[in-house]
């Protein structure tokens, strides 16, 4: 355990692992996994605004569910057609942990990779849900700033456009349509999520001889 520094005489915090941040540090790791999985692993750290050594890392850093997954994969073998490599940037922690757990069970790391991506799959659905909840309250959001700005062309009529609460009405549609604009560019790069097939992800254990 690291030992302790006392800081202002009552503020214990532990000093720093040399360990742990080397275990932080960026290496790069090859793959051979499906399209499906490298899909999804682009999919959510595409739509979530998150990196992928990120996601690898969240994902890897379960121990429990990783050796879970690695039980269920003892001695399976990868069918070896379909499949892509593909060079990852991911923590060495999560590296070391793959191959250790890999080993301990004789379990392919590439199948623990694509199991262990497969627990997105309940976020894929649910993000997938709010985007086309997304879809529909844009739809009102639209026919709300176009009736504001119906109300500003009516203030402009009856007070003028040099009137005080014509100047305030205009400033703030402005914003309302700087802001409808980021909304309706934040929903079409939700496509990317939108076309991807939850199914896809089952259908990976297809690829392993178990």
Aim: proline share 3%; charged share 30%; aromatic share 4%.
């Amino acid at each position: 355990m690291a030992g302790k520094k006392i800081l202002s005489g009552s503020i214990t915090l532990p000093h720093a692992s040399t360990s742990d941040l080397r275990g932080r540090q960026s290496v790069r790791a090859t793959f051979k996994l499906t399209e499906e999985c490298i899909g999804a692993i682009s999919v959510v750290a595409t739509h979530l605004g998150i990196k992928q050594k990120s996601l690898f890392d969240h994902l890897v850093d379960d121990m429990h569910s990783l050796t879970t997954i690695a039980r269920e994969l003892k001695n399976a073998k990868l069918r070896a057609e379909n499949r892509i490599q593909k060079t990852f940037v991911i923590s060495r922690k999560s590296l070391h942990s793959l191959d250790a757990v890999s080993r301990s069970h004789n379990a392919p790391r590439d199948a623990l990779v694509e199991f262990s991506v497969q627990r997105l799959l309940p976020i894929i659905i649910n993000e997938q849900k709010r985007h086309q909840a997304r879809k529909k309250m844009k739809q009102e959001i639209a026919e709300h700033l176009d009736a504001g700005l119906k109300l500003v062309a009516r203030i402009d009529d009856v007070l003028g456009p040099d009137d005080p609460v014509h100047a305030k009405i205009n400033a703030l549609m402005s914003n309302y349509h700087h802001t409808f604009a980021s909304i309706n560019e934040f929903i079409e790069r939700g496509k990317l999520i939108e076309d991807f097939d939850p199914e896809d992800l089952r259908r990976m254990i297809e690829n392993l001889e178990i």
